[in-house]
């Protein structure tokens, strides 16, 4: 009895919130309808138009007049404009001098922190922890919107196995699931549980779709793909966007099947909204309408039209909504209904985010005083930002350091703090931040010293050198090279150890900023030889943003960090990290390449029919001069601990459609100090209607042990974990033989088979 009541009354509950929600949209409905039946098509068309203001530089082209605009009610939102102060000024400007009063919508790229600056998203990936990163997305959020910005320009979630693309930085690695997983946590951390709410913004997923697969790795470039590649390996993160309700999407600047995204109706309205459902409004990315003159579309009234027939509701900074779409419409190219249900959606957007019930909601100058950098969100960036460094290698156990004797640090990365922080982090206040050299000496206070000397500029090529330091990152040292040397080198040999602080400056991944050669730059290797003559031991801890080949490295220097970019407050945490205090326990997201040729080189790869997972053999799948397998494979991390996997049991070796199997697995910390481990579960569909990945990721659990500590770690397998996208794109499970896989890594993992009837 008590348990059907229990039932009624949840059903009851149930049954309230649908009803509320259902009143909550009548009540929208009604606020919009009756708002724009009094708006002109000029007003209307307005509200399509997004063009950037302020000192933020993203794009190359600028908008005039932005004023004028407003007060015409030609202006939906702006963005990249930071500070409260800035941004009362031009919202007082909507309000109080275009006719309607529509507020306008304040937008910035907040991709991994706003002032509190988290870990790059690729290295965020790393750690694997969800909540880590939820809570990441959750202090953005409170700090923007403490700032006044209510739509952020994130999360990026495009999959990506081309780490020549400098843009792997931005996304989270290459892998599907766990790439959804992330932006479901993100789009969490923004949008919390109600838009409208002070201190959450709404999110944009982007950029849709597929922009991660540019061919050679060069920005902006074509991508071409199956449509069972883009359901199966490439949609899923933009899918989970939608299903954990993100406000926004973002068009990507490539085209798909030959036809760019942003013009691309079957994208954006039959696969986004019709398949998927989603409801929120979409918009460009900057000048991606009148990119597609380029693209050889038309002129910039026939891409406009073409970009609002396919779905697209708001245009950042091309100016082609507004400059053509009344013409359209006189010409018959558009409709007023295409019209209209622009505008609608986005209406809605600053409905929910509560700007109509009050426009100066999130320009509170007192909340900016006070929640921003603060005490608690940088310990939590700080903390997060140790999980995201992945321990390659420690042969000889050089790691982690004691605070005593001489410590030499050395490398272009060592004293800077404009570096810091990593690409896309245009809210940064880097002044603030600490360089490696200044944390590292409040780690060992007096009971270490730690000598320093550059060593070597980022590279020989000073052109080069620029195009990567650009937005006040520059770091050139007009010294010769032999005088930078010696003197590192002289340094070092006063001290016990090395610690070398070196790969890429900040700018050198992000946007437009494609390499063909993934190697650590000719004049930090050159460096890093003279070091290992001295034969004292060296650490190297290796800034990037995306995969670096090191084969030397690997080969000649026992001990490597890969530190990404990991924000505000990366060079304390390197230090907790490199002293001890915190094990590392980053896991890699992209596979680290041997050779650049080897480039696209993914964990999730079909079988070819001639496999060869060893080196050479004739008439099989392989290369002459480099083995098939990777330097570091997919998933991998070391700790200062050690893990003992434990078997691998299966409930069962057999189940139904309707039916669970759960795979368990006991990991012991054997080490001597405290660790996390991700322990993760892999599928393989043996046979299939198509061909079926060697291995894929299907869950994963990231534990914290204590030595000698124990932990029966259990993933339920059930069918909708079997589930593909077949030849005529049916997302089915097919009967057969599957084989599990649990390990540390992608490689190293335990077998067993079940079989789905
Ligand atoms: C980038 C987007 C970004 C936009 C606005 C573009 O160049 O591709 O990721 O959100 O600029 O700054």
């Known amino acids: 009895m ?16 649908l009803t509320a929600q259902a009143a909550d949209r009548a009540t929208m409905d009604q606020f ?21 203001t302020g000192d933020i530089i993203t794009g190359s082209t600028v908008s005039g007049d932005v004023v004028g ?23 007082e400007v909507a309000v109080k001098q275009s006719r309607l009063g529509i507020p306008l919508i304040f937008g910035m790229d907040v991709i991994h922190g706003y002032e509190t600056v988290f870990p790059i998203p690729l290295a965020l990936s790393m750690s694997w922890d969800m909540d880590g990163i939820r809570n990441s997305a959750h202090i953005a959020a409170l700090e923007a919107t403490a700032d006044g910005i209510c739509w952020t320009f994130s999360p990026m979630v495009d999959i990506c196995r081309e780490p020549r693309w400098g843009r792997m930085s931005e996304g989270n690695g290459e892998d599907p699931f766990l790439g959804s997983a992330i932006c479901r946590a993100m789009i969490e951390g923004y949008q919390g549980a109600d838009l409208a709410d002070k201190a959450t913004m709404m999110a944009c997923v982007k950029h849709f779709a597929l922009y991660g697969a540019p061919e050679a790795g060069r920005d902006y470039n074509t991508v071409d793909m199956s449509r069972v590649r883009m359901f199966n390996e490439y949609f899923p993160p933009y899918k989970a966007g939608v299903e954990a309700g993100a406000g926004s999407y ?7 099947d030959y036809i760019p995204a942003t013009g691309n109706r079957w994208l954006m309205t039959e696969v986004l909204r019709d398949r998927w459902g989603f409801d929120g409004f979409v918009v460009t990315d900057y000048t991606a309408i009148s990119e597609m003159i380029n693209h050889g579309m038309g002129d910039l009234q026939t891409v406009s039209a073409l970009a609002l027939k396919a779905g ?32 609608r959606r986005i209406l809605e957007a600053k409905y929910k985010l509560g700007l109509f019930e009050d426009p100066y909601r999130y320009l509170d100058a007192k909340r900016a005083k006070k929640e921003i950098y603060t005490d608690e969100h940088r ?15 420690n042969k000889e156990g050089v790691l982690p350091l004691k605070r005593t004797g001489k410590i030499a640090l050395v490398g272009p990365l060592a004293n800077t703090r ?27 206070g007096d009971k270490a010293e730690v000598m320093y000397a550059k060593g070597c500029n980022v590279c020989y090529d000073a052109e080069l050198e620029k195009n990567s330091t650009m937005f006040g990152r520059e770091m050139r040292d007009g010294r010769p090279v032999d005088v930078m040397r010696d003197e590192a080198v002289r340094i070092a040999r006063e001290c016990d150890v090395i610690v070398a602080a070196m790969g890429e400056p900040s700018e050198m991944s992000g946007e437009s900023s494609s390499r063909s ?41 026992p001990t490597i960090l890969n530190v990404w970019f990991g924000g505000s407050e990366a060079a304390d945490a390197i230090c907790d990290v490199v002293f001890g205090d915190v094990a590392p326990s980053g896991k890699l997201t992209v596979t680290m390449p041997r050779s650049v040729g080897q480039v696209p080189i993914y964990y999730n790869h079909l079988n070819t029919g001639r496999p060869n997972p060893q080196w050479f053999s004739k008439f099989t799948s392989n290369y002459l001069d480099v083995p098939n397998d990777p330097l570091f494979p997919f998933g991998y991390g070391l700790s200062y601990t050690t893990f003992q996997y434990g078997p691998l049991t299966l409930s069962s070796d057999a189940m139904t459609a309707s039916g669970t199997i759960n795979a368990s697995v006991t990991v012991t910390n054997t080490g001597s100090v405290e660790g996390a481990e991700v322990v993760q579960l892999y599928i393989r569909d043996m046979v299939g209607s198509i061909a079926r990945p060697v291995q894929e990721l299907k869950g994963f659990e990231r534990i914290n042990l204590k030595p000698g500590e124990s932990r029966n770690v259990t993933f339920a397998i059930n069918a909708e974990l079997l589930k593909f996208y077949n030849a005529n794109l049916d997302y089915v499970c097919e009967p057969g033989d599957f084989e599990v896989m649990i390990g540390p890594d992608s490689r190293n993992v335990q077998r067993k088979t079940f079989t789905l009837r």
């Open 517 to 557: 050669d993934l190697s650590i730059l000719d004049a930090q290797k050159d460096l890093l030889e003279a070091l290992k003559a001295t034969g004292i031991p060296i650490v190297l801890l290796n800034f990037s943003g995306r995969a670096t080949v090191m084969d030397w490295e690997v080969e000649n220097i």
């Open 418 to 444: 404009a570096n810091m922080p990593g690409t896309w982090s245009v809210a940064a206040a880097s002044d603030r931040y600490s360089t490696l050299l200044e944390a590292m000496r409040r780690a060992v």
């Open 312 to 343: 697209t509701d708001m245009d950042m900074v091309a100016d082609g909504f507004l400059g053509t779409l009344e013409k359209s419409l006189n010409e018959g190219k558009v409709t007023m209904e295409d019209i209209d249900k622009a505008c």
């Open 69 to 91: 605009k407003i007060k015409a009610g030609q202006v939906g939102g702006l963005f990249n404009m930071k500070g409260v102060q800035s941004i009362r000024a031009l919202q």
């Open 2 to 17: 008590t348990r059907i009541k229990t039932i009624l009354f949840t059903l009851a509950l149930a049954l309230g919130a």
């Open 379 to 393: 310990a939590a960036a700080r903390q997060l930002a140790t999980e995201t460094f992945v321990l390659l290698q």
């Open 250 to 256: 973002m068009t990507s600047f490539n085209v798909i």
């Open 32 to 52: 919009i309808d009756n708002l724009m039946a009094k708006m002109t098509l000029q007003e209307k068309i307005g509200q399509l138009n997004l063009p950037v």
